[in-house]
């Protein structure tokens, strides 16, 4: 991309596009009322576009603001648990990407497993409690359905968007 500032108005629109999602995440019923705090993921279509269109940089920048965002004006708990997802998850996704080992899919499973990781290991942090770690296994089995529907969307919009 030759433009600095067409650059930043399209990573501007994407950070706008994953807050969008993240409250249209907030507005649909729990997935399970069995096991709460489980959710799709759907800000993290927009972060795995960027993450193979952009980079890792410009991916965690819109991830932070996103994750900043959206936590002060839904819900500052949340701050926390979604930065130390957000940023595993990430880190996690720029390492699988680099290897060229798996799909934009693939990505997206392993970084919705680290998601959920990095969120049970920060609630095992401020609840001095090692008893979440069990909360895993359903986390897991989650976080891999949700990252098969977030990569298959991600995927899909990595090789349809074309900027001009």
């Not at 807050?19 to 009322?33: D, F, G, H, N, S």
């Not at 997802?85 to 880190?91: A, I, K, M, R, T």
């Not at 390492?95 to 499973?109: A, E, H, P, R, Y």
């Amino acid at each position: 991309m030759k433009h600095p500032a067409k650059k930043l108005a399209l990573l501007g629109l994407c950070t706008a596009i994953a807050m969008v999602l993240a409250w249209v995440e907030i507005q649909l019923p729990p997935l399970t009322t069995a096991v709460p705090g489980i959710k799709l993921g759907l800000p993290n279509i927009a972060i795995i576009f960027i993450l193979y269109r952009f980079g890792w940089k410009e991916a965690a920048a819109v991830s932070f603001v996103r994750i900043l965002a959206v936590s002060f004006i839904f819900n500052p708990a949340t701050l926390p648990y979604s930065l130390a997802g957000g940023l595993l998850s990430l880190l996690g996704m720029a390492l699988l990407k680099k290897t060229d080992l798996l799909s934009i899919t693939g990505v997206s499973v392993a970084g919705g497993l680290l998601h959920n990781v990095g969120q049970i290991l920060m609630a095992m942090l401020i609840l001095s409690t090692a008893g979440l770690g069990y909360y895993l296994i359903i986390l897991a089995v989650t976080g891999v359905v949700s990252g098969i529907f977030v990569g298959l969307c991600g995927s899909f919009a990595v090789k349809r968007v074309r900027f001009r």
